[in-house]
């Protein structure tokens, strides 16, 4: 029965899209979110009771046979399975549920929209490939739906695609994330050749822990391998320097905003990390990579989110800053016991912390617009608390979340990915203490500049006076179909991290995956660092303090002709990441290929039309021969015969 759970998972989405892609609009236009809604309830259950069976099984594991073939090419076998172990389990459980709140949000906040259909199709396909990511048991089948997953973020962030700037958002965003797609694909081939030509995780696994064991492993080799995966993972989950995507897949509507940064897509990245921890673990290279890379993220989104006016943009950047904080836990591991484990736990605790309170925010940022006529501009808009009650109380237990207000979801979490970062600088050999020690300065930084953004978009939007954009007069609060989502949503942001941190039972479920049965050096007991988890509190209280200081106290000492100017101006532009990538990227291949369309129109295509034409001019010289006169090829016979009969003569 629990395998058949993992089918069910994948089958009520998918049912979920073809029936509103083929019947829906027919059917039932207005009614289209149904099928999505149930699909993702549905789902949603199966995904619980999977957990539950997990933490029940005697291996830890839940799943599927394996006698379907996919592909059998060659050495190249694929079969079609499926496997939930503690790490999957947990996020089944989270893409389901925050996929249902959006789904059942979304049907309010798109009621009308010509779209409607194509909207919930959309998103259940969504929920499909990424669930299918989650589930598949080799690196084919997740390479597939990672695929699918990428097609259907194309389809939503372009959605309202006779809009220029959404279509433009949505090219870039497909196009940026398939340089990364290039380097997985390329990761994936170097694992087949390498390491038993096998797909599947744990043949891989295992046989890359036999060479190290036997000292055969070349970690070059392991190095690339991961760096490729890496890749991968850095374009879903926008990380530096394929970040450039996320922002503006803002143009999508506020649902889809909330379902790619808080439960899909971009966690697609750091599940595909933590799902190859083995391999990092044995490559501190690319483990230490792999936290460079994302510390450096969390404090460059950080610090562009500080001078953004945009809520959504906002809370855009959050995102990236926030994954940031995940890929820094998961490069922290460095394969020592204790802190392989925890670096795991916090990467994976945090990610699904973050899906509460992000979600949260993003909905409550499609409230304001729903009341705002859509306008996010945070200039045009302020003390909305009054008129908009509900979204304002639930955007405040988000953003306190995500602040790391002591108590709440975002500072158990947050506090882990840090003292994985401490634990790091305190245990590594060589070089890797000072590039570590940077790093958890560097992440406690962020935490204060964190909390600091966050709370000035609160006050900005909520706080002051009342102002109102043109055209907007009597500001209302959203309907009881998107109210209620924010409730439940801003519940979990205040309790689940207390319930799942200070009872270690996070730790409990991923301690079941088979990752951690398989190493068992990754084990091992975590106690909290109560030193570490007071001082980053202060921190976060000092940023939210500020923020009322220079937006609600002193609103004249936010003006940037007096907070260092030019830094402002400099992350106002976003650092111009933009305009460097137009200029030495996307201009030189634009008038690459232009020269191309030069050489293959005038030059490529002459000469193949000059060589269409010597037959002509073949034809052309014979022509005359050709005239119909029967006499004249008497004639021409005759003088042919008279000819052959004269060479044979001369002979």
């Known amino acids: 029965m629990p395998s058949t759970y993992l089918w069910m998972i994948l089958a009520l989405p998918l049912l979920a899209t073809v029936i509103i892609a083929t019947v829906g609009r027919k059917l039932f236009p207005s009614k289209c979110h149904l099928p999505c809604v149930a699909g993702a309830v549905g789902a949603c259950v199966f995904a619980v009771l999977t957990l539950i069976a997990v933490l029940q099984s005697d291996t830890g594991a839940v799943e599927t046979g394996r006698d379907v073939v996919w592909i059998n090419a060659g050495k190249m ?233 945009d809520l959504k943009r906002v809370l855009a950047y959050s995102t990236l800053s926030q994954l940031g904080y995940m890929f820094l836990a998961l490069g922290s591991g460095l394969g020592e016991q204790k802190l ?36 996010i501009d945070m200039r045009e808009f302020g003390g909305l608390r009054k008129s908009l009650p509900i979204t304002h109380w639930t955007f405040l237990c988000g953003a306190a979340a995500l602040a790391g207000f002591p108590l709440l979801s975002g500072f158990w979490s947050k506090d882990e990915v840090l003292a994985t970062t401490y634990g790091a600088w305190q245990h590594g050999h060589g070089a890797q203490p000072i590039v570590y020690g940077v790093l958890f300065f560097s992440a406690l930084f962020t935490a204060g500049l964190t909390a600091f953004y966050t709370f000035r978009a609160y006050f900005m939007t909520f706080w002051g006076d009342e102002k109102l954009p043109h055209g907007v007069e009597h500001p209302h609060e959203s309907p009881a179909i998107m109210a209620w ?80 100017p030019s830094l402002y101006d400099l992350s106002q532009a976003k650092f111009y990441f933009d305009e460097l990538y137009e200029l030495t990227i996307v201009k030189p291949m634009t008038i690459f290929a232009h020269v191309c369309r030069i050489v293959d129109a005038y030059l490529l295509d002459g000469v193949v039309d000059l060589l269409g034409q010597i037959p002509a001019f073949l034809g052309f010289l014979v022509r005359p021969v050709q005239n119909g006169l029967v006499q004249f090829y008497a004639l021409l016979m005759a003088l042919g015969m008279a000819g052959f009969a004269l060479s044979v003569l001369m002979r």
């Not at 997953?149 to 965003?173: D, E, M, N, Q, T």
């Not at 973050?354 to 729903?370: D, E, N, P, Q």
Request: hydrophobic share 55%; charged share 10%.
């Open 340 to 375: 392989a484990s925890l670096a795991v736990m916090a990467a994976i605790f945090h990610l699904f912390t973050h899906a509460f309170f992000k979600a949260l925010l993003f909905l409550g940022a499609g409230s304001v617009m729903h009341a705002m006529h859509n306008v």
């Open 485 to 564: 989502p924010l409730r439940i949503l801003a519940v979990g942001a205040l309790l689940v991290g207390v319930v799942l941190g200070p009872t270690h039972l996070f730790q409990k479920v991923i301690d079941e995956t088979w990752v951690i049965q398989a190493f068992p050096h990754l084990q091992g007991a975590h106690h909290p660092n109560w030193a570490l988890m007071a001082g980053s509190s202060v921190i976060a209280l000092a940023g939210i303090g500020l923020a009322y200081l220079f937006y609600v106290k002193q609103p004249s000492l936010a003006d940037p002709a007096i907070t260092l």
């Open 77 to 309: 076998t694929a079969n079609i399975s499926l496997r939930a172990d503690g790490l999957t389990a947990i996020m089944l459980v989270m893409v389901t549920f925050i996929g249902s709140l959006i789904a059942i949000y979304a049907a309010g906040y798109m009621h009308g929209d010509p779209g409607y259909p194509r909207f919930f199709a959309a998103v259940s396909g969504f929920l499909f490939f990424m669930l299918g990511l989650v589930l598949v048991n080799n690196f084919i089948l997740l390479y597939a739906c990672w695929e699918g997953v990428g097609l259907c973020s194309y389809l939503l962030i372009g959605f309202w695609f006779a809009k220029p700037s959404a279509a433009a958002a949505a090219r870039k965003a497909f196009l940026v994330t398939r340089l990364g797609d290039i380097g997985l694909f390329i990761g994936i081939l170097i694992l087949w050749q390498n390491f038993g030509h096998s797909l599947e995780y744990d043949v891989v696994f295992i046989n890359v822990k036999e060479q190290y064991d036997a000292h055969t492993l070349d970690p070059n080799l392991l190095f690339w391998a991961c760096f490729c995966l890496f890749v991968g993972a850095a374009g879903k989950s926008a990380q530096f320097p394929l970040h450039v995507w996320l922002p503006d897949a803002m143009e999508g509507p506020s649902p889809v905003s909330a379902l790619i940064h808080a439960a899909t897509m971009v966690t697609a990245g750091v599940y595909l990390v933590a799902r190859c921890t083995p391999l990092f673990g044995l490559s501190p290279n690319a483990q230490m990579l792999v936290a460079i890379i994302g510390g450096f993220t969390a404090l460059l989104a950080a610090v562009i989110a500080v001078t953004q006016t």
